[in-house]
Nanobody
Framework: QEQLVESGGGSVQAGGSLTLSCEVS????????MAWFRQVSGKERDVVSV????????NYADSVKGRFTISRDNAKSTMYLQMTNLKPEDTAVYYC?????????????????WGQGTQVTVSS
């Protein structure tokens, strides 16, 4: 059975850093594009960053460009999101996802499987 397990969330002060991990099992990890989403309570789940199956193509939301870096290790079936210079507005539950289709225009409708989410809280 497919399983996506996020880890690495927590609480940090503004300007701090966190690295999220998403370990995938139950499918051929290297065959799929993947993405990180985030959701603030009461709001829609928005895409943060996308990476293609090879790791060679990535996209970022404008709000995180230059601060977040997505990567993957296909040998470990794990995707990462390195987050630096964190801001209070980055506070959200972060979800990893396996996606279908292009790395452009990814939305929740692109998602095949979701992780359970991990909370990131940034205090000012």
């Amino acid at each position: 059975q497919e399983q996506l397990v996020e880890s690495g969330g927590g609480s940090v002060q503004a300007g701090g850093s966190l690295t999220l991990s998403c370990e995938v099992s139950g499918l051929t990890f290297s065959a799929y594009n993947m993405a990180w989403f985030r959701q603030v309570s009461g709001k829609e789940r928005d895409v943060v960053s996308v990476i293609d199956w090879s790791g060679g193509r990535t996209n970022y939301a404008d709000s995180v460009k230059g601060r977040f870096t997505i990567s993957r290790d296909n040998a470990k079936s794990t995707m990462y999101l390195q987050m630096t210079n964190l801001k209070p507005e980055d506070t959200a539950v972060y979800y990893c996802a396996i996606t279908r289709g292009s790395t452009v225009g990814v939305s929740t409708s692109s998602v095949i499987f979701w992780g359970q989410g991990t909370q990131v809280t940034v205090s000012s």
